[in-house]
């Protein structure tokens, strides 16, 4: 079983940055792609970024590309997502997930607890 914790969320004003961190555990972190995911209050989950599992191949969506950077120390087992500029509407709970798949598109099993940011106007 994969545990996945992630931290580093919080408030910031527009334009501002956070970098958050998804720590995981298990033997075989290497093997495992990575994405980040959010969700905004009375909103569907929405895809972020991803990376695969030798930290190649990142992928964003439309709405974050040039803000968001999308990184992984297989090392110390854990992904972060370094967001700059951020913007209102990147209000959401963050949650991090892995996937048996190197370079997956969908069937992310594993999900952490999720870390809540906000970004004020």
């Known amino acids: 079983q994969v545990q996945l914790v992630e931290s580093g969320g919080g408030l910031v004003q527009a334009g501002g940055s956070l970098r958050l961190a998804c720590a995981a555990s298990?033997?075989?972190?290497?093997?495992?792609?990575m994405g980040w995911f959010r969700q905004a209050p009375g909103k569907e989950r929405e895809f972020v970024a991803r990376i695969g599992c030798s930290g190649d191949n990142p992928y964003y969506a439309d709405t974050v590309r040039g803000r968001f950077t999308i990184s992984r120390d297989n090392a110390k087992k854990t992904v972060y997502l370094q967001m700059n500029s951020l913007k209102p509407g990147d209000t959401a709970d963050y949650y991090c997930a892995a996937s048996l798949a190197c370079d997956p598109v969908s069937s992310y099993l594993y999900w952490g607890r999720g870390t809540q940011v906000t970004v004020s106007s």
């Open positions: 298990g033997r075989t972190f290497r093997g495992y792609g």
